[in-house]
């Protein structure tokens, strides 16, 4: 399995970014996919996920401002952030959860500054 993220950066405070993640190499049922952030010196962190049947959960110093979208059907997930804010920069992760385990997409840098 292969997970090939896109998007991150740097963008201006109040400023929006969409990130992507591509899930390939497997004909299983996904049952979540999601993105995580780690910001220095900090622990990693569930931003947003979306699962099977389309339910989503966002971290609540997200919530209203990202919104996370696709999920099994498309083997990809976006997700778009608007309104950022300094504080969300950090390395962004995509991760897929299949029925056996999870794999993690290479980190992508979002720099929101100020």
């Known amino acids: 399995v292969q997970l090939q993220a896109s998007g991150g950066g740097l963008v201006q405070a109040g400023g929006s970014l969409r990130l992507s993640c591509a899930a390939s190499g497997s004909h299983f049922d996904i049952n979540a996919m999601g993105w995580y952030r780690q910001a220095p010196g900090a622990q990693r962190e569930l931003v947003a996920s979306i699962i099977g049947d389309g339910s989503t959960h966002y971290a609540d110093s997200v919530k209203g401002r990202f919104t996370i979208s696709g999920g099994n059907a498309k083997d990809t997930v976006d997700l778009q952030m608007n309104s950022l804010k300094p504080e969300d920069t950090a390395v962004y992760y995509c991760?897929?959860?299949?029925?056996?385990?999870?794999?993690w997409g290479k980190g992508t840098l979002v720099t929101g500054s100020s």
């Open positions: 991760n897929v959860v299949f029925p056996w385990g999870d794999y």
